[in-house]
């Protein structure tokens, strides 16, 4: 079940750490990297984020998240996490769902490792179209996608 969040205390933001940071560990094996900014994380860098969040709640308990911010025309999805003992059940692309919901007539921008396959796949079922790669560490790169929402 789809949660949109209004307030995240210490309590939430330590909940979704706990999805957040075995999630990213995940990525960073993937892409080779362990400097992803999101490994670096605490309770209070996620209490005070202007981020907005979108939870999935399965049998009861967190499953994964989403966080997204708004400028003018254009969302960008900062986070999407699932924990791995959730992997392969739909619950990223029910958090893109949501978010395509509430993006009509926005353009939408994420950004994830390029070696991180799996997170790709994902973003292009939905239609984003990778527009630039960037090196972000010797040998790193970071994949831009983007989709406009009708």
Not at 1 to 15: G, H, P, Q, W
């Amino acid at each position: 079940m789809i949660v949109y969040l209004n307030d995240i205390n210490e309590t939430l933001a330590d909940e979704i750490l706990a999805i957040q940071i075995p999630s990213y560990h995940i990525e960073a094996a993937l892409i080779g990297f362990s400097g992803i900014p999101q490994l670096m994380d605490t309770v209070d860098s996620i209490v005070k984020s202007e981020e907005i969040f979108i939870g999935y709640r399965l049998d009861h308990e967190w499953a994964g998240f989403l966080s997204y911010s708004v400028e003018k025309d254009t969302m960008e999805i900062c986070r999407l996490v699932v924990h791995p003992l959730h992997f392969r059940k739909g619950i990223g692309g029910k958090l893109i769902e949501a978010s395509l919901a509430l993006a009509s007539g926005k353009k939408i921008i994420v950004s994830t490792g390029s070696e991180n396959q799996p997170a790709l796949n994902l973003y292009k079922r939905f239609g984003f179209v990778m527009i630039n790669e960037i090196e972000v560490a010797p040998g790193i790169f970071l994949s831009l996608l983007e989709k406009t929402v009708e």
